[in-house]
């Protein structure tokens, strides 16, 4: 995909703020939507054009509105945990409407930002704190290889904040979950957007020994 206009959503983010510059210099025109205007200098740093939008309280007919005119997606939003209704409501149930959002407004190519563990058969307990997040994950990535999208699930395991080394291990090369940084990660996700190989597959992968682009012309197929 060259020169296309690209939307993350989550702009502000740890992972968005090294994506942005990355998705510029490739040639991208470059949207970020967040929802705090005190980020807005922040994120027209990274080049990218600024757009603050809550997206937990825009239904689907008002987010397709921000997304029309870009051929690509990429959810990189989040609650943050610590309170289960915002995780839902964000993880959850913004994603989900941000995918029929992605159809009516044109933008076939979307880019879903997950975790190593997201499914179904996640296995959380239901007492423990991250239960909301791993619940409200797999739905979403469940749901989103149900539409008509491009998609493609990035499921990074524990994020870390050591410089970019450019090589992974993917899960069909026998990785468990482990660690990867967010470098890495905004690595992956616009070598995705680059190219068509890992539509329709997720992407499931830690720090490693192979060059992202090699690993990723492999893909991991869920």
């Given at each position: 995909?060259?020169?296309?206009?690209v939307l993350?959503?989550?702009?502000?983010?740890?992972?968005?703020?090294?994506?942005?510059p990355?998705?510029v210099?490739?040639?991208h025109r470059?949207?970020?939507v967040?929802?705090d205007?005190?980020?807005?200098?922040?994120?027209a740093e990274?080049?990218a054009?600024p757009?603050v939008?809550?997206?937990a309280?825009?239904?689907?007919e008002?987010?397709?509105k921000i997304?029309?005119?870009?051929?690509?997606i990429?959810w990189?939003a989040?609650?943050?945990?610590?309170d289960?209704?915002?995780?839902?409501?964000v993880?959850?149930d913004a994603?989900?409407?941000?995918m029929s959002?992605a159809?009516?407004?044109g933008?076939r190519?979307y880019?879903?930002v997950?975790?190593?563990?997201?499914?179904?058969?996640?296995?959380?307990?239901?007492?423990s704190g991250?239960?909301?997040?791993?619940e409200?994950?797999?739905?979403?990535?469940?749901?989103l290889?149900?539409t008509?999208l491009?998609?493609?699930?990035?499921a990074p395991s524990?994020?870390t904040?050591?410089?970019?080394?450019?090589?992974i291990e993917m899960a069909?090369?026998g990785?468990?979950s482990?660690?990867?940084?967010r470098?890495?990660v905004?690595a992956v996700?616009?070598?995705?957007l680059?190219?068509?190989?890992?539509?329709h597959?997720?992407?499931r992968?830690?720090?490693?020994?192979?060059?992202?682009?090699?690993?990723l012309s492999?893909?991991?197929?869920?």
């Amino acid at each position: 995909m060259d020169n296309a206009r690209v939307l993350v959503v989550g702009g502000h983010g740890k992972v968005a703020l090294l994506l942005l510059p990355l998705l510029v210099e490739s040639g991208h025109r470059v949207t970020a939507v967040f929802r705090d205007p005190a980020h807005t200098d922040e994120v027209a740093e990274t080049g990218a054009d600024p757009v603050v939008a809550d997206v937990a309280r825009l239904d689907v007919e008002e987010l397709a509105k921000i997304f029309r005119g870009h051929d690509a997606i990429v959810w990189s939003a989040g609650a943050g945990g610590g309170d289960p209704a915002r995780t839902y409501a964000v993880d959850r149930d913004a994603a989900i409407r941000s995918m029929s959002a992605a159809s009516l407004a044109g933008a076939r190519r979307y880019v879903m930002v997950s975790y190593f563990g997201s499914q179904i058969d996640h296995g959380v307990p239901e007492d423990s704190g991250f239960f909301p997040y791993a619940e409200a994950k797999a739905a979403a990535d469940a749901h989103l290889a149900t539409t008509d999208l491009e998609w493609t699930v990035v499921a990074p395991s524990r994020l870390t904040s050591e410089p970019a080394g450019g090589r992974i291990e993917m899960a069909n090369q026998g990785a468990t979950s482990g660690s990867v940084s967010r470098a890495d990660v905004a690595a992956v996700v616009a070598h995705v957007l680059s190219g068509p190989a890992t539509i329709h597959r997720t992407i499931r992968f830690n720090s490693g020994a192979t060059p992202i682009a090699d690993a990723l012309s492999e893909g991991d197929l869920a």
